[in-house]
């Protein structure tokens, strides 16, 4: 007999549900840095993920060479200091992706994103800066200085972890609050314990000032070398006070030997003073240029020799442009001696800087825009020989020569020279009639009188809607610009340059307008040939 089935209902399949683990959701870390685009500092967000695969380190986001090597640091830095690396990949992200990246202080924010992995960290406004020794300790590096400077112009950084030893330097730029870290150890406790208090004193500078406005002006009584070291010359002189006071461009004309070079090195002791913000545009410049610097109240003199090229002038290079001396000039002097000798590019290019107070350099990997707020100096021989002017020495040039040799500054470029000046030959009964400490007494008396007028701008860098509105002329005095105007028909770039310096001589003599004599006295310093 057949064994019969049963072919009912099969029983109720029992709903199991399986235990699934709930997902763990990735963690992706963030912290805050910037790079240098140019001069001017571009904000880097650094994310860091960890997730399953062939243990690695990887950095993407257009990462120079310096920040790749950045990954051997990082590593050593945190195994000696015992953190154990997990067996997951490790992406470090640098946002945006489209920016090219450089410097080495992006090592203490990778480093950190790594070794806080399991925890969640994004700290918005927390900019981290510093370079990881291979023992994890914290160090400066050369482009921190302008990259905080310029994040602070912006208005992008209020708080920062940085290097205990870039603080002597850093501590001069008010208006943030920076937490000092000497390892990383110590950051990693920071951010644990999320203590962000700042941790440095704000820098108070020791030079002489006075406050105009609320707002303080530093300057130094230091005359390494002093006016009263110049015999005679009283008229260069007056022309070099004249200059100073204002910040015009000068230019000297004379016999060799007769003071020009003098005259030249002393101007830097006796120009007016920095306010901060100045200091540390002029600080940032020198960091640029690789030099540590004073942060004193004393503007910069540079003198390139007239063998120099171009490049070392203005600035520039194959693939990355470096500073050159005249935006290291800036709020200082660029001091050109032997003027004629310098090439004709030279001179020329200097045309757009002397204007625009701006020096731009084009590459093929770069465009790179440097502030060269100067004033220029030049000295130069009335001819070849030099002796065109001695009342005792022939001179031995030929017309041609002499010619040819004046023909190298063209009118555009002698255009830009507020004050022009023809020295005289030195005698042996000439004294010294002036020293720098009453000269800058005198620049100092102009400068206070330009800022209580509300200039932002000293005198001889006002813009054409300034002059209009600071450079009141009494009428007597406009009637003599208005002869000299139709008699030697000058430019409106000259008749700027008058009123300016016109303005400068009145501010010296007290004047509220440029009178009468005012102008005389500036018609006196155009260049006539």
Do not use: W
Request: hydrophobic content about 40%; overall charge positive.
């Amino acid at each position: 007999m057949n064994a019969k089935t049963n072919s009912g209902t099969p029983p109720q399949k029992q709903q199991i549900q399986s235990k699934q683990k709930p997902k763990k959701e990735s963690i992706v870390n963030r912290l805050t840095c910037a790079t240098l685009e140019g001069v001017n500092a571009q904000v880097i967000e650094v994310e860091a993920t960890f997730t399953k695969g062939l243990p690695g380190f990887t950095v993407v986001g257009l990462a120079s060479s310096d920040i790749q090597e950045a990954k051997e640091r990082t590593k050593s830095a945190l195994l000696t200091n015992d953190f154990v690396f997990p067996p997951l990949k490790i992406t470090i992200n640098l946002s945006p992706s489209d920016l090219k990246k450089s410097g080495t202080h992006l090592d203490l924010a990778m480093a950190l994103l790594i070794a806080m992995h399991k925890t969640a960290v994004e700290e918005e406004g927390l900019f981290v800066f510093g370079e990881l020794g291979l023992d994890g300790k914290v160090k400066t590096s050369s482009m921190l200085f302008p990259l905080v400077l310029s994040l602070k112009e912006q208005g992008l950084v209020k708080r920062a972890i940085v290097p205990k030893e870039s603080i002597p330097y850093l501590s001069h730029i008010s208006g943030v609050d920076f937490i000092a870290v000497d390892s990383l150890n110590e950051a990693i406790e920071i951010l644990k314990h999320k203590n962000f208090k700042a941790n440095v004193q704000a820098f108070s500078y020791k030079s002489e000032n006075f406050i105009l406005k609320e707002r303080s002006y530093y300057y130094e009584k230091k005359y390494e070398s002093d006016f009263s070291d110049v015999k005679g010359q009283s008229i260069a002189k007056r022309a070099s006070l004249i200059a100073a006071a204002g910040m015009h461009n000068f230019l000297m004309e004379g016999n060799p030997g007769c003071g020009k070079s003098m005259i030249a090195k002393r101007l830097k002791d006796i120009l007016p003073p920095l306010f901060e913000e100045e200091i540390l545009s002029i600080a940032k410049h020198q960091f640029l240029d690789g030099v540590t610097p004073s942060f004193s109240a004393l503007r910069p003199i540079r003198s390139p020799h007239h063998t120099a090229t171009s490049a070392s002038i203005f600035g520039g290079g194959s693939s990355v442009a470096k500073i050159g001396e005249v935006a290291l000039a800036h709020k200082g002097i660029l001091f050109f001696d032997e003027l004629p000798h310098f090439s004709k590019a030279v001179l020329e290019a200097l045309r757009e800087p002397l204007q625009d107070r701006k020096v731009h350099i084009a590459r093929v990997n770069a465009k790179i825009e440097y502030e060269a707020d100067i004033m220029f100096v030049a000295a130069q021989n009335p001819c070849p020989c030099g002796n065109l002017l001695s009342k005792s020495k022939t001179c031995r040039c030929s017309e041609l020569e002499i010619k040819r040799y004046q023909n190298k500054l063209s009118d555009p470029f002698l255009d830009r020279i507020d004050l022009f000046v023809v020295m005289q030959e030195v005698s042996s009964d000439d004294k010294g009639d002036i020293s720098s400490a009453h000269m800058h007494q005198e620049v100092l008396k102009a400068f206070k009188m330009q800022k209580i007028r509300g200039q932002e701008r000293l005198n001889g860098k006002l813009r054409e809607e300034e002059i209009e509105a600071y450079c009141t002329v009494h009428s007597e005095a406009l009637g003599i610009l208005e002869g000299a105007i139709q008699r030697f028909a000058l430019s409106h770039r000259s008749i700027a340059s008058i009123k300016k310096v016109g303005r400068t001589i009145a501010d010296l003599n007290g004047h509220e307008r440029i009178e009468r004599s005012d102008m005389l006295e500036a018609l006196s310093y155009r260049r006539r040939r």
